[in-house]
Structure formats: structure tokens, C-alpha cells
């Protein structure tokens, strides 16, 4: 659909250049309503929806100044262009300052004030769009983006909620591919930090000889490479939030800077310089057992207990199978394209028993292939991959799947006690009594195979 041209409001009290303006502008392809003085043109103003304003400032009765102060408090969002002489050029000033975005002075050609009326129009579309695109990002990272009515979901969110309105530090823990980065946006999104931006950086994908630079930027010359001066991820999310994934794989030289950069509100670069202040919110997460890495002194004690000012705890998939049906028609409709395509029940069942180690991520991959290799507009359980199919081999009552190349007994008995724990929620004695175990005994386990308290 073609877009509509902008209209305009000329006000000038002088009839020749007024005539000459309307002329050119409509020429221009603009719909141009032209009045003579100040008050006619907030009547105007009053009636209709104007794109841009354009007034000169020196009128009879009520000046440009006030019809610019006047236009702004309607509405914020309509440009206003101001027409000076020479000698005014200090009332102009005063016009930009008060909100005006931009002036034309007396005399001036048309090619001048064509391209000061196209910038500023342009200007206004982009800012337009920008508003809108942190709209749908809003919408796109609520809370509610995070599909599921599972207990274990809605109290994350729930505490969620409450941290976004502050600025306190948080600390997302989880396996891999249950939302942590998702999580993360969304506090963000909801926080009044929402217009700042949102930074990631994964701290295990980074060289270690290259993640200082990349967290704290570097100065021109500081290694071979470095060319110029880089700003670093803190830089870039000044005014924002910082989000560090992978925290856990962090050497113990760059956690005390990073401390330093939470406790202190500036960074140094790598190279020296003078110090560089930085307003950053922080949101860390990891798959690790931090605690555990703090018994080990890879972990510093001080940045942990600094992050974890508000800890939550994203749970894997397999202990909310609930919500598994919900996320499939999630995918299925972010997928499926424009055509309706209905999931069986033997498929959406298929999927319910399975443990999903690789949780919403791996769930969300196995809906898209599904997708792809279907006949129809139906997915059936022929359209999963056979580990989601094959119900193994049945032992005291466990079903197992045993796959030919062999089977680790160490990464079956880690499953078992996961598993265990999953299903009493974390109670340690009820696992241990589930497992035939001594509460002792399932302790020293998970610390064997590092399975998160």
C-alpha cells in the first residue's frame, strides 16, 4: 500500500514568500495548508493531523515561539521548522533549543529549504520507526514469550516481574537450552532500561586472549592488531543491560575486573587510558554449579555473591512436561509458515514421554525438522527422529534405550540421580530414598558428576 504524503502547515504572515513556499512544497508532492498568522494556524492545527509545522518566527499577535512551544505540548511527535532573518538568528537558537528541528533564514533558495524539509521529514520516520521497532521488541520479550503454565515457569516469571523494576544484579541459572538469554531480554524489556540497549556476550565462545578487549575495549596499539581504540560490550551497553552468558567460564584475572567494573561503575581499557564511566545493568547466567567452582577457586567468592543479588533458576523441560504441548503449537506456528498444520496426538504423546537433555531448544529444532520432512498438513509421529519414537528395552520397569554403538554407564547413572531429583524437586532425601540411596551417598554423587544442589 502506497504511503500517504506528508502534510504540512505553512504560517508566514508574508503573502509573496508564503505563496512561493506553497508553491514549491506542493510541487514536492507535500499537502500544504498555508495560513497567515499564528492563531489561525494553531486553529488549523487543532482540526487535523499535520506531519510538520513550518513557521516564521517575527509575526503580528502571537509569534513562532509560540506557536512552536504551543505545537510541542500538543504533540511531541510533530517537527516544527522555524524561519529566522539574519538578525534574529539568536531567537532561532532559542527555537532549536525549545524543540524545534531545524531552521531555514532569510533569504533562501528552494533547493535550501527542500532538503531542510526532506531531511526533517525523514528524520521524523525514522524516529518513528525506532519507537516502533522497541515496541514489538517489548512485546516480542514480555514474560509472556515465555510459553508454559507450569508451577515451575510461573514462579520464575513471577519473581521476574518484580526484579525488571529494579536495577538489581541477576543471576539466571539452568541447563543449556531452557531460556536463559530469553529470560534475560525479557527482564530487560520490562525494566526502565528499556529504551538503553541490551548487550550479550558469551564468555565461553571468546578467546581467552581476546575477552578482556571484548568485555573492557582496548586503545590504539595496545597489541599487534589493535589498530584503533575499540569500545567494549560494558561500553556499549552504557545506559542499558549487560548480559554475560556462560559467566561460570570466566578466568579468575577477568572476574576481579568485571567486579571491579560492578563495584566501581567504570572500566579501564585494555592498554591504559584514563578511566571510562559506565551505567550498566548486569544480568549473568550460566549452566554451571557456582557454588562448586567457588570450592574449587575457580569461582571468586565476591563476584558470585555480588551477581546472585537475585538468583532464578530456569527449569528444564523434562520437569514441566505440562508445558510441552503449548510450546509444540508455538513452534509449530512460528514454523509452519502460513499454512495450518495440525499435530496428531500420537505425535504431541511422542513427545510428552521423551527427556529432552537439550530442553526448549532442542524441542523447537525437532518441531522445525518435523516441518520440513512432513506429507501433508498434519504432523504424524513418523516425522520425529527415532530416538523420539524407539521405546527401548524394558528393565524392572524402566524403559531404556540402548543404542548400538554402546552405552556409558557413568552418564546412565548421572541421568538416574538428575532424574531422581527432578522428580522430588530438589528434595535430596526423597531422591536418595527413591534411588535406594543414604542421603550421604547421593551427596557425594552429584559432586562426582557436578550436579547442581
Given at each position: 500500500m502506497r504511503k500517504p504524503e506528508p502534510r504540512i502547515l505553512l504560517i508566514d504572515d508574508d503573502d509573496s514568500l508564503r505563496r512561493v513556499m506553497e508553491y514549491n512544497l506542493q510541487k514536492e508532492g507535500y499537502i500544504v495548508t498555508a495560513v497567515v498568522s499564528g492563531e489561525e494556524g494553531l486553529t488549523r492545527f487543532r482540526e487535523a493531523s499535520f506531519d510538520l509545522v513550518i513557521t516564521d518566527i517575527t509575526m503580528p499577535g502571537m509569534?513562532?515561539?509560540?506557536?512552536?512551544?504551543?505545537?510541542?505540548?500538543?504533540?511531541?511527535?510533530?517537527?516544527?521548522?522555524?524561519?529566522?532573518?539574519?538578525?534574529?538568528?539568536?531567537?532561532a537558537v532559542e527555537a532549536m533549543k525549545t524543540?524545534?528541528?531545524?531552521?531555514?533564514?532569510?533569504?533562501?533558495?528552494?533547493?535550501?529549504?527542500?532538503?531542510?524539509?526532506?531531511?526533517?521529514?525523514?528524520?521524523?520516520?525514522?524516529?518513528?520507526?525506532?519507537?516502533?521497532?522497541?515496541?514489538?521488541l517489548r512485546d516480542k520479550y514480555r514474560f509472556e514469550g515465555i510459553i508454559g503454565t507450569s508451577p515451575q515457569i510461573t514462579r520464575v516469571l513471577e519473581t521476574a516481574g518484580r526484579v525488571a523494576k529494579s536495577d538489581a544484579t541477576v543471576l539466571i541459572t539452568g541447563e543449556s537450552g531452557t531460556g536463559k538469554e530469553l529470560l534475560a531480554?525479557?527482564?530487560?524489556?520490562?525494566?526502565?532500561?528499556?529504551?538503553?540497549?541490551?548487550?550479550?556476550?558469551?564468555?565461553?565462545?571468546?578467546?581467552?586472549?581476546?575477552?578482556?578487549?571484548?568485555?573492557?575495549g582496548h586503545v590504539r596499539g595496545a597489541f599487534t592488531g589493535a589498530v584503533k581504540d575499540k569500545a567494549g560490550k560494558f561500553e556499549l551497553a552504557h545506559g542499558g543491560t549487560l548480559f554475560l552468558d556462560e559467566v561460570g567460564e570466566l578466568k579468575v584475572e577477568h572476574q576481579a575486573k568485571v567486579l571491579r567494573a560492578l563495584q566501581e561503575k567504570e572500566i579501564d581499557r585494555v592498554g591504559g587510558g584514563a578511566p571510562v564511566?559506565?551505567?550498566?545493568?548486569?544480568?549473568?547466567?550460566?549452566?554451571?554449579?557456582?557454588?562448586?567452582?567457588?570450592?574449587?577457586?575457580?569461582?571468586?567468592?565476591?563476584?558470585?555473591?555480588r551477581l546472585s543479588v537475585i538468583t532464578l533458576d530456569m527449569p528444564p523441560l523434562r520437569i514441566r512436561r505440562e508445558d510441552i504441548p503449548l510450546l509444540a503449537e508455538h513452534f509449530i506456528?512460528?514454523?509452519?509458515?502460513?499454512?495450518?498444520?495440525v499435530a496428531e496426538r500420537e505425535f504431541l504423546s511422542a513427545l510428552a514421554r521423551y527427556t529432552w537433555p537439550g530442553n526448549v531448544?532442542?524441542?523447537?529444532?525437532?518441531?522445525?525438522?518435523?516441518?520440513?520432512?512432513?506429507?501433508?498438513?498434519?504432523?504424524?509421529?513418523?516425522?520425529?527422529?527415532?530416538?523420539?519414537?524407539?521405546?527401548?528395552e524394558t528393565i524392572a520397569g524402566l524403559s531404556l534405550e540402548l543404542p548400538d554403538e554402546g552405552i556409558s554407564l557413568e552418564e546412565l547413572e548421572k541421568t538416574l540421580l538428575v532424574m531422581a531429583l527432578d522428580r522430588h524437586e530438589g528434595n535430596q532425601t526423597k531422591a536418595a530414598k527413591f534411588l535406594g540411596l543414604t542421603r550421604p551417598t547421593l551427596i557425594y554423587r552429584m559432586e562426582k558428576y557436578g550436579i547442581q544442589k
Open positions: 509569534s513562532g515561539m509560540e506557536v512552536l512551544q504551543q505545537v510541542k505540548a500538543a504533540s511531541p511527535g510533530t517537527e516544527v521548522i522555524v524561519i529566522t532573518a539574519y538578525g534574529t538568528i539568536e531567537s524543540g524545534a528541528a531545524d531552521y531555514v533564514t532569510k533569504p533562501f533558495n528552494r533547493d535550501e529549504f527542500r532538503i531542510i524539509v526532506e531531511r526533517t521529514l525523514r528524520l521524523r520516520d525514522l524516529e518513528k520507526e525506532n519507537r516502533q521497532l522497541r515496541a514489538e531480554r525479557g527482564i530487560h524489556y520490562n525494566s526502565s532500561r528499556s529504551e538503553g540497549p541490551f548487550v550479550t556476550i558469551n564468555c565461553a565462545a571468546i578467546p581467552e586472549n581476546l575477552l578482556e578487549s571484548e568485555l573492557f564511566s559506565v551505567d550498566v545493568r548486569l544480568i549473568a547466567a550460566t549452566n554451571r554449579d557456582l557454588s562448586l567452582a567457588m570450592e574449587s577457586g575457580e569461582f571468586r567468592n565476591d563476584l558470585y555473591y506456528a512460528k514454523h509452519g509458515g502460513n499454512k495450518r498444520v531448544r532442542e524441542l523447537e529444532n525437532t518441531i522445525e525438522r518435523a516441518l520440513i520432512l512432513r506429507q501433508g498438513e498434519t504432523l504424524s509421529i513418523a516425522d520425529l527422529p527415532e530416538r523420539l519414537t524407539h521405546k527401548g
